[in-house]
């Protein structure tokens, strides 16, 4: 199956639910003849093995047998014979093997389709148990490593550094997980939403996550796509110096509470998280084809958290206030998230003086996830920076207050142009 395929039916399954997706109603089912004619497929055996082999829907039934409708299959398979000229009917049977492919298509094209995106278990559960385990047995102690290792880390350092449009931050303790530990290198994807637009019931900025498809928000989204060869570069890295890390895309399924609370009161909160948790299936689905199945995982926050954590994030998120931060950060920390958000976003004019509100948020945003990484993963965590090396000692201050080290991080995923960023945003 391509990748094109895929891609084909789950855009015609979107595009069949829309209408229920927007309003944050109960999908409907669909069947496979649905889904076929809209993706203009003309087999619809294809398209249900590719929903069944993949995460972004699930097929109910099972036996195409069972829901073949018998009468139409036979009469399908109707043999009949006469004599040459024309005339009446001299020999009538079934064709056995006709009526077979029959009740395997006409079934086929009945089978229901769930368009929730499927949990799989080999896949989703095998990540969330191995990293549940690091985190019972998460450490922060100095790892122990022989002359050997330790020149090999070095060696990875100075690829490392050789890649990282800035120095590498914490790059002793790089070396010691990379080399002897089972390091968790972390970035996050920002889910895809609409412009931004002002609420005045809640006086802040917001976007809605429920009028974007997941392909469009993949193809937009400028950490994905753009730099796709950085991040097999990186995947490479790892492997060549290290067997037992885990690369992990963490989708922000946090933004709509704690950025733009105002999409939860439109949309609706099932229909909003139910829209994010279809972008981060179709970002492991595409991932998994463009850099190798198993190589980077997508799980959303909520999800990698679980509900108790995750409601104390949200918690802590709440009762942070901005003027406990600052000491710890740039002075002018907030200027300059309000310059990248600006050149992120390219807001409407009107909006630019709600920026500083919409800045401070999202500096105390990234600080709670800093001080939360500790939570999950101790000091095993390598962040691979995504957004703007102007903005990277954000993720730490609540950890500096609560006595935690910075986390380590690498700049290897920013794009160049004659020795200058093109994405620094």
């Not at 003027?323 to 050149?343: F, G, M, N, V």
Request: with cysteine; proline share 7%.
């Amino acid at each position: 199956m391509t990748p094109e395929l895929e891609i084909t039916i789950q855009k015609a399954i979107e595009g069949l639910v829309k209408p229920w997706s927007q309003t944050g109603i109960e999908l409907p089912m669909l069947t496979v003849k649905e889904i076929a004619r809209a993706a203009k497929i003309a087999n619809p055996l294809s398209v249900a093995r590719n929903i069944e082999r993949n995460s972004y829907a699930q097929l109910v039934d099972t036996n195409p047998k069972l829901r073949a409708p018998f009468k139409k299959s036979v009469r399908k398979a109707d043999y009949r014979s006469r004599a040459p000229g024309g005339g009446p009917i001299i020999k009538r049977r079934v064709l056995t093997a006709s009526l077979e492919r029959n009740l395997l298509m006409f079934g086929t094209e009945r089978l229901r389709v769930n368009p929730k995106p499927k949990v799989i278990q080999t896949e989703r559960e095998t990540i969330k148990t191995r990293l549940a385990k690091r985190w019972a047995t998460k450490s922060t102690d100095i790892i122990e490593i022989d002359s050997d290792r330790k020149l090999a880390s070095e060696k990875f350092i100075r690829s490392i550094g050789l890649l990282s449009v800035v120095p590498p931050e914490r790059p002793q303790r790089i070396k010691e997980l990379m080399v002897a530990g089972k390091p968790i290198v972390v970035n996050w994807i920002c889910p895809m939403g609409t412009p931004l637009s002002w609420d005045s019931k809640t006086e802040r900025l917001y976007r809605r996550y429920t009028q974007t498809t997941p392909e469009e928000g993949f193809n937009r989204d400028y950490q994905l796509l753009p730099r796709l060869s950085l991040e097999n570069n990186l995947v490479r890295q790892l492997k060549h110096f290290n067997s037992t890390w885990t690369y992990l895309k963490i989708v922000a399924d946090d933004n709509p509470f704690c950025l733009y609370p105002a999409c939860l009161r439109i949309d609706g909160r099932e229909a909003t998280v139910n829209a994010i948790a279809n972008y981060s299936s179709y970002v492991q689905t595409r991932l998994d084809s463009l850099t190798g199945k198993g190589n980077i995982w997508v799980l959303p926050w909520s999800e990698l958290l679980g509900p108790k954590l995750f409601d104390d994030y949200l918690e802590t998120y709440e009762g942070i206030k901005i003027e406990d931060l600052l000491p710890y950060l740039p002075k002018d920390i907030i200027e300059t998230e309000i310059d990248i958000l600006t050149d992120h976003t390219k807001p409407d004019p009107i909006l630019l003086p709600r920026f500083r509100r919409f800045a401070e948020d999202c500096v105390r945003y990234f600080a709670v996830e800093g001080l939360f990484l500790d939570k999950l993963f101790g000091d095993e965590v390598i962040v691979a920076w995504n957004d703007s090396t102007r903005i990277s000692a954000t993720i730490d201050p609540l950890r500096k207050i609560n006595g935690l080290a910075p986390l380590p991080k690498i700049f290897v995923l920013h794009n160049k142009k004659d020795g200058e960023l093109t994405d620094n945003y």
